[in-house]
T-cell receptor
């Protein structure tokens, strides 16, 4: 049990639609990051949020966007869904002090299927 | 963050020690070695991390060579539930961007 909660666990969307995924970070963790994991591959970093601002982004287009709220929970939004967006989306949180050697904890992920 | 190299797959008999190697020859002085594992369809699970010294916790031991260019994760008594993909990652720990490689698929058999 990592204390990182994601919802929904599974969802199916149609190409062109928009989706919002949610994440509640572990208590005391103010840094949240999102990853995309396609089938058979390792997780790929999408972006990170710290103090409600995007603080680092991977190689993903602008239609991938996010929010972080004052309670440190976060949302990942994907617009204009494409078939290749089908993947497991993972949320990870890390502690408030952000010192070197902190542990990052992952949620169980949200499975998105785009048809 | 430095890149890592791991074997694609390994087998281990149940009850025996599983030794998973990782090369990270370009690791810098402030980068830690982290190990995560991912059981099918679940989120990555933190196992252990270390900077220079060997580390042990209830799940595993981490042995880091003196030059820090390689490390070994040891599961002392592997069980069938340890079957998973194991990822070795090096990073500073001050940010949340973890760079996952392809990992090692460990198969524990009877």
């Amino acid at each position: 049990e990592t204390g990182v909660t994601q919802s929904p666990t599974h969802l199916i969307k149609t190409r062109g639609q928009q989706v919002t995924l949610r994440c509640s970070s572990q208590s005391g963790h103010n840094t949240v990051s999102w990853y995309q994991q396609a089938l058979g591959q390792g997780p790929q970093f999408i972006f990170q949020y710290y103090r409600e601002e995007e603080n680092g982004r991977g190689n993903f287009p602008p239609r991938f966007s996010g929010l972080q709220f004052p309670n440190y929970s976060s949302e990942l939004n994907v617009n204009a869904l494409e078939l290749d967006d089908s993947a497991l989306y993972l949320c990870a949180s890390s502690p408030i002090d952000r010192k070197a050697g902190n542990t990052i904890y992952f949620g169980e992920g949200s499975w998105l299927t785009v048809v | 963050d430095a890149k890592t190299t791991q074997p694609t797959s390994m087998d281990c008999a149940e009850g025996r020690a599983a030794n998973l190697p990782c090369n990270h020859s370009t690791i810098s002085g402030n980068e830690y070695v982290y190990w995560y594992r991912q059981i099918h369809s679940q989120g990555p699970q933190y196992i252990i991390h270390g900077l220079k010294n060997n580390e042990t916790n209830e799940m595993a031991s981490l042995i880091i060579t003196e030059d820090r260019k390689s490390s070994t994760l040891i599961l002392p008594h592997a069980t069938l539930r340890d079957t998973a993909v194991y990822y070795c990652i090096v990073f500073t720990g001050t940010a949340s961007k973890l760079t996952f490689g392809t990992g090692t698929r460990l198969q524990v058999t009877l």
